[in-house]
């Protein structure tokens, strides 16, 4: 799968993030490993940690510190009863949105190749 540019998913992480944590809690890095498996490409802990702070402090998720297995403890992330009722908005949001953008780039396209 290829990476898409990386404009577009600055403008998405915040609702990306959401959706991975809507699977279940999970620390940072995993969160970063879920998105790489969706296909957005590596993401750096630079650009996902103070995304992931933002959206604590938004109440839209929550955290807990868990012991590391040998290691340092983790801050694991959860999504909020109030993130739940945000992620479905967004989503129904970005539903509309990306409906208006494939009309407009289908319109883009044909008229494009009448002439």
Do not use: C
């Not at 750096?44 to 103070?50: A, D, E, F, Q, S």
């Amino acid at each position: 799968m290829s990476e898409e540019p990386p404009g577009w998913l600055r403008g998405v992480i915040e609702l990306a993030a959401t959706a991975v944590l809507a699977e279940g809690d999970n620390h940072g890095y995993a969160v970063a490993q879920r998105l790489g498996e969706a296909g957005f490409g590596r993401m750096k802990g630079g650009v996902l940690y103070p995304v992931l702070a933002r959206l604590e402090s938004e109440g839209i998720l929550g955290s807990t510190w868990t012991a590391g297995e040998g290691g340092p403890g983790r801050k694991v992330y959860s999504l909020t009863e109030h993130g739940a009722r945000w992620l479905a908005a967004q989503s129904t949001q970005w539903s509309r949105f990306s409906e208006r953008m494939d009309q407009l780039l289908s319109r883009t396209f044909e008229e494009g190749n009448r002439g």
